[in-house]
C-alpha cells in the first residue's frame, strides 16, 4: 500500500508562487498517471494538472499556463509549480496516484490573499 504525503502549502498573495510536493512511500512508477486536484468549500474536487508514466500532462483551463506538473521518479515525488496565483485558487489541494484504484494523499492548503 503506497502512501501519498503532499507539503508545501499556505498562505500567498495573490500574485504569487507556490510550489507542492507529493511524497510517495514507494515506487511512482508503478502508477500509470499522478495528478494533482483541488476541493474549495462547498465544491466538488477537481481536477488541476495530470502527469502519465510516460510523462504526458494535462492541465484544466483555469491553470493552463500558470501551473505545472513534473514527477521525479528518482525521488518518488510528484511537484506542482503554481505561479501567478489567483484567489480563486485557494482550495485543498490533493495528490493522486491511479493504478487499479485510486490513492490519495492528505491534502495542503492553499490560500491566496487579494
Known amino acids: 500500500q503506497v502512501q501519498l504525503v503532499e507539503s508545501g502549502g499556505g498562505l500567498v498573495q495573490a500574485g504569487g508562487s507556490l510550489r507542492l510536493s507529493c511524497a510517495a512511500s514507494?515506487?511512482?512508477?508503478?502508477?500509470?498517471?499522478m495528478g494533482w486536484y483541488r476541493q474549495a468549500p462547498g465544491k466538488q474536487r477537481d481536477l488541476v494538472a495530470s502527469?502519465?508514466?510516460?510523462?504526458?500532462?494535462n492541465y484544466a483551463d483555469s491553470v493552463a499556463g500558470r501551473f505545472t506538473i513534473s514527477r521525479d521518479n528518482a525521488k518518488n515525488t510528484l511537484y506542482l509549480q503554481m505561479n501567478s496565483l489567483k484567489p480563486e485558487d485557494t482550495a485543498v489541494y490533493y495528490c493522486?496516484?491511479?493504478?487499479?484504484?485510486?490513492?490519495w494523499g492528505q491534502g495542503t492548503q492553499v490560500t491566496v490573499s487579494s
Open positions: 493522486n496516484g491511479q493504478d487499479w484504484k485510486d490513492y
Open positions: 514507494g515506487s511512482i512508477l508503478l502508477f500509470n498517471a
Open positions: 502527469i502519465t508514466r510516460g510523462g504526458s500532462t
